[in-house]
């Protein structure tokens, strides 16, 4: 079987360039936001649809080609340093097993522009202020949740 070729088989190298910067673009606003409601989520399975969802969003960032990725997108670092320190300090997971989304959060993290999100303090301030905001994301105990379910088992 064969199929016609049309003008879309030869689109420009810089027309595919610009897709993607829009494209993560919007992934990237789209996961800020769904990233800042499931702050707010106090009934676990509204915050496991959200999670999920999120980390939905984060795979389709990550199957965008890394070579495409920027090394100075600002609203991409924010985001990428907000999921790290959840990780780190929430035991969320979101970037385990998306590797070109955390060497790129590792590059854009490194750059010059990003020094201020570096600070020990200023990840304590943002955790402090989301704790604030008493969604299930930061709760200290929404592990122990699911405690019983385990012993059960």
Do not use: K
């Not at 997108?73 to 998306?98: E, I, K, P, S």
């Not at 600070?119 to 949740?145: E, M």
């Amino acid at each position: 079987m064969t199929y016609p070729m049309t003008y879309r088989h030869f689109t420009r190298a810089s027309e595919l360039a610009r897709t993607t910067d829009e494209a993560l673009l919007h992934l990237t606003r789209q996961a800020a936001a769904s990233l800042a409601g499931l702050a707010l989520i106090t009934l676990q399975t509204h915050y496991d649809m959200a999670a999920f969802q999120l980390r939905g969003l984060l795979q389709q960032i990550e199957a965008l080609p890394a070579a495409d990725l920027p090394d100075h997108d600002q609203d991409c670092a924010v985001l990428l340093w907000r999921l790290q320190v959840f990780d780190q300090r929430c035991d969320t997971h979101f970037l385990t097993g998306l590797p070109n989304l955390t060497a790129w959060a590792n590059r854009l993290l490194a750059h010059e522009s990003t020094a201020h999100l570096r600070a020990p303090l200023v990840a304590t301030h943002f955790i402090s202020q989301q704790r604030h905001l008493g969604g299930l994301l930061t709760n200290p105990q929404r592990d122990q949740l699911w405690h019983p379910v385990c012993h059960a088992c």
